[in-house]
């Protein structure tokens, strides 16, 4: 999903560890950081911003809770994107 968007792709469920990147190492560690804490407030539905290394992301739910969110990073877009963005984030998140 990383190569058809172009930029590098998140999916972070704070109950489960740490953040997974796609392409590895696309982000810096502070990043990751900056990124697990959004998705522990997100899940404690607490109010929240986008970290600045984001550009996108939907949460990811379990029935009507929020455990997470899948999201993009800022990257160099190598070829088009396949398809909507936001559309490929909604079908990671489910």
């Not at 992301?57 to 877009?77: K, N, S």
Request: negative net charge.
């Amino acid at each position: 999903m990383a190569e058809a968007l172009g930029r590098p792709v998140v999916i972070a469920i704070p109950a489960l560890g740490e953040p997974v990147v796609a392409p590895p190492g696309a982000l810096l560690p502070e990043q990751l950081a900056e990124l697990s804490g959004f998705a522990a407030r997100l899940a404690r539905d607490e109010p929240v911003e986008l970290p600045g290394a984001l550009t996108d992301g939907v949460p990811v739910r379990i029935g009507d809770r929020v455990v997470g969110v899948a999201a993009t990073g800022a990257g160099q877009r190598s070829a088009p994107a396949t398809g909507e963005p936001r559309a490929w984030l909604e079908a990671a998140a489910a």
